[in-house]
């Protein structure tokens, strides 16, 4: 830590694939921290690992805290601090001034400012930091985290995501956390398709894919892509680090976001359309290196 955490209470929103191991970074770390999820059945383990769990959101006081959103999308960010549950007030007008809110989530840039607004006329700071490293960064506290926002709020925050990460880039105002964001989940997304097909090109040619990965490794087509995704499509292993629904979704958003300021995508919207066809398949929840399946039952025509 570079410096002592405050006695300020930190809740997290989103027990997923996510939130639940950045939650235990927090908690192996020291830190006072509390988990929400909108399914409470998978609070459970969190509480084993002696967590504090938080069953609804309407039971918590009006006090300063940080609030850390891990949700999957822009529309479960916006139902959990802005939704009335059970005709109770949104959790946002509970959250006191002199609080933060750090959206974690990869949300679309306009909710991502939208929410910077909102808060900001409540006098709570808000903070979009998305983050790049699948599940297995979030175990080991290796994420790299992209953070929009006011300076003074993303250093006041600094022990928290030192905790969850090993970079932070604080990238500039409000919302340019989900461009950069959106940026990353673009080359993610159009290099697993170009490492899929190299590696069944090379198999379909009678090559070894796993020597051809390896004869690769170091040269300009090296890439943390090739090295992970390009050994699970060798291994044939899809067990979600990040989910192929996910990288739809950011892809969705890319593509739209493009849309707005009349930009024409193509790689980004052609590669969209895989994980659509993926998703529409019953993929959706293996990881997203899965595409090398997709493309593997695809025949010349």
Not at 7 to 17: C, K, N, Q, Y
Not at 143 to 150: D, V
Not at 171 to 198: F, H
Not at 237 to 252: A, E, H, I, N, Y
Request: with cysteine.
């Amino acid at each position: 830590m570079n410096r002592e955490w405050p006695d300020t209470p930190i809740l997290m929103l989103g027990a997923g694939l996510m939130g639940a191991p950045m939650a235990r970074r927090l908690h192996d770390k020291g830190l006072p921290v509390s988990i929400w999820n909108r399914s409470p059945e998978k609070l459970a383990p969190l509480a084993s690992d002696g967590i504090a769990t938080v069953e609804t959101l309407a039971a918590l006081d009006k006090a300063r805290r940080v609030v850390i959103v891990m949700v999957s999308d822009g529309p479960a960010a916006e139902a959990a601090l802005f939704g009335a549950a059970n005709g109770a007030a949104p959790f946002a007008d509970r959250i006191a001034r002199g609080s933060t809110v750090i959206c974690m989530s990869s949300i679309p840039v306009d909710i991502a400012r939208a929410h910077a607004a909102a808060f900001g006329a409540r006098g709570v700071a808000y903070i979009d930091a998305p983050v790049s490293g699948g599940e297995k960064g979030a175990i080991e506290g290796t994420l790299t985290i992209m953070a929009g926002g006011e300076s003074p709020d993303i250093e006041a925050m600094r022990p928290i995501f030192d905790a969850l990460g090993r970079s932070l880039t604080h990238v500039g105002p409000a919302g340019s956390g989900q461009l950069a964001k959106i940026a990353n989940q673009m080359i993610v997304g159009v290099t697993i398709g170009a490492v899929a097909e190299a590696l069944l090109l090379a198999k379909a040619g009678g090559a070894d894919p796993a020597k051809v990965r390896e004869a690769l490794l170091g040269g300009f087509a090296d890439s943390a892509i090739l090295r992970q995704h390009g050994a699970r499509m060798i291994a044939g292993d899809f067990k979600p680090g990040g989910r192929s629904v996910t990288q739809r979704k950011d892809l969705r958003t890319a593509v739209s976001q493009a849309r707005a300021t009349g930009l024409d995508l193509p790689l980004s919207a052609l590669v969209r359309d895989l994980y659509e066809e993926m998703c529409a398949d019953g993929r959706g929840d293996l990881d997203h290196s899965a595409l090398y399946l997709l493309l593997g039952e695809r025949r010349a025509r």
